[in-house]
Structure formats: structure tokens, C-alpha cells
């Protein structure tokens, strides 16, 4: 969850998984991007350290 998001800013921190799933629903831009999927492994966000980290793998 993007928590630089406006949205974020101005509503309650969920109090749950199902409320921060409901909360993303509602408003998409939440959800932080990108998103990457490598087997079991999944990275949100931008995050370069683990983006080379996953590349030693293959």
C-alpha cells in the first residue's frame, strides 16, 4: 500500500488485511507499483536492491 498516497494521508490505517484490500479496491492508486511476480517471490514497489537481487538468480 503507497502510503505517499493523499488517499492514505486523509483516511484511518486499516485495521485489517480485508479493510487495506477493500481500502485498495476503492481507490487503485494505492496499490504500489510495479508490481513484480518471480515464482513465489513479488516485489511492490519500486526497490532496486531486490530487483538485482532476483536478477542473480536466473
Known amino acids: ?12 490505517l486499516p485495521k485489517s488485511k480485508k479493510e487495506a484490500i477493500a481500502m485498495m479496491m476503492e481507490n487503485p492508486n494505492l ?10 517471490k513479488v516485489i ?11 536478477g542473480k538468480g536466473t
Open 1 to 12: 500500500m503507497s502510503t505517499r498516497s493523499p488517499v492514505f494521508k486523509e483516511r484511518p
Open 31 to 40: 496499490i504500489r507499483r510495479p508490481i513484480l511476480i518471480q515464482g513465489a
Open 44 to 54: 511492490f514497489g519500486f526497490d532496486k536492491a531486490a530487483y538485482e537481487e532476483l
